[in-house]
Structure formats: structure tokens, C-alpha cells
């Protein structure tokens, strides 16, 4: 007879892989990521303190982690150029956490992982992120590498565009005015499918002008 015991190591899991996850909501510091979707899912998570953790994600974690440890095991790149911190502070007071994943002479270049086998184009949410990160760190160029499913890596090279970090900008800005205000960002329902913040979204009929 097997008998079901209570697993140490499963509670220790969840844990740890919650804090690192869910830290970035610990303060006024708004990160990148959290402008380029739905400016009201970003509020709700800051709200709720919680963000959607699937195999996905973890998946998508595990891959960076060890691309930039091959990287630094076969001296490619240093620490100095792999998953740095930068923060900025806006005239506005906003400020803006930054954590691109690799920081070269000419360029910031970010991985990101995909189901697909074939990537044709970049998503337009990681061109204005990628771009953000290099227009700020004075770099001219950027570079999204995708990871596509048969392990068939695609890399767009872009020039910084300007006008693609002033728009990143006012997101941002909007969504931090509305946490210090408390007041709800506008639905953009474009992002709707799959959230997990929809039921309580549906609901709310406040807006901001």
C-alpha cells in the first residue's frame, strides 16, 4: 500500500518560483514589460499581487537562464554584459526598472522564446520593450532572437526609433498616474483573450478619461 505523504520540496517550489515571479510588485517601480500589454491587467496585478504562472513561463525562464550561462561558460559575454539592473528616474518622477537580457557594444539584444516553428516578423509588444531598453541605454541598435520550437533561432536587427520609446513612455506614464490614483486604466480588449483578470474586468465599468 502506497501511502501519500505531504511533499516538503512541492510547497518550497511554488514558493520560490512565486517570489521571483511576483517581486518586481513590490514598489512604485514600474518595469518595461509592464506597459507593453493591457494597462489594466498590469493594474490589477499590481492590485492583487498576483501574475499568471504556468509551464509556459517557466519554460520561457529556464531557457534565458541557461543561454546566458552557455554564453558566460564558453566566454562570449561577462557578467557586465548579461542581465544587468537599470533603473531610471523621468522628469515626471516616474520611475522605470530595466533588465535587459544582453547589453552590447551597439546594441541591447533580448531572447525570447516561442511556440512557433517560424518567426516572419517581430511582435510589435517586444519591438517598443526592446527598443525602450537600447533608446535609454544609448545604444543604436536592438535585436529580439526568438528560440522557435525546433530550436531554429531568428534574430531581428532594428535602428532605435524615437517615436516608438515616447509611446512606450506615455503607457507607462498612464499606468503609474492611475496606480497613485487608484483609478483604473482603460480596457483594451485586444488583450482580453486568456487573461486571468477577465472575470473581474468584465465587471468594472469605471474608466479613466
Not at 113 to 126: A, S
Not at 152 to 177: A, G, H, T
Not at 179 to 204: A, D, S, T, V
Request: hydrophobic fraction near 40%; include cysteine; charged fraction near 30%.
Amino acid at each position: 500500500m502506497i501511502v501519500s505523504e505531504k511533499s516538503k520540496i512541492r510547497e518550497i517550489v511554488i514558493d520560490i518560483v512565486t517570489k521571483e515571479v511576483t517581486k518586481v510588485h513590490e514598489n512604485d517601480t514600474l518595469m518595461v514589460t509592464e506597459g507593453i500589454h493591457c494597462l489594466r491587467r498590469s493594474f490589477y496585478q499590481r492590485k492583487y499581487k498576483k501574475v499568471s504562472i504556468n509551464k509556459r513561463t517557466i519554460e520561457g525562464m529556464a531557457i534565458h537562464y541557461w543561454i546566458e550561462y552557455l554564453l558566460k561558460k564558453y566566454n562570449v559575454l561577462t557578467e557586465e554584459n548579461i542581465e544587468q539592473e537599470y533603473e531610471v528616474t523621468f522628469d515626471s518622477g516616474l520611475k522605470v526598472m530595466m533588465k535587459p537580457d544582453l547589453v552590447l557594444d551597439d546594441r541591447v539584444v533580448d531572447i525570447k522564446t516561442t511556440d512557433r516553428e517560424q518567426v516572419f516578423m517581430p511582435d510589435i509588444n517586444y519591438l517598443l520593450q526592446v527598443n525602450f531598453y537600447a533608446f535609454v541605454l544609448g545604444k543604436p541598435k536592438f535585436e529580439i532572437l526568438y528560440i522557435t520550437k525546433n530550436f531554429n533561432p531568428v534574430s531581428f536587427v532594428e535602428d532605435v526609433n524615437v517615436e516608438m520609446f515616447l509611446e512606450l513612455l506615455k503607457r507607462l506614464e498612464i499606468l503609474w498616474i492611475c496606480l497613485k490614483k487608484n483609478k483604473l486604466p482603460n480596457r483594451e480588449m485586444q488583450y482580453c483573450r486568456n487573461c486571468e483578470f477577465y472575470g473581474i474586468c468584465y465587471k468594472q465599468t469605471k474608466l479613466v478619461p
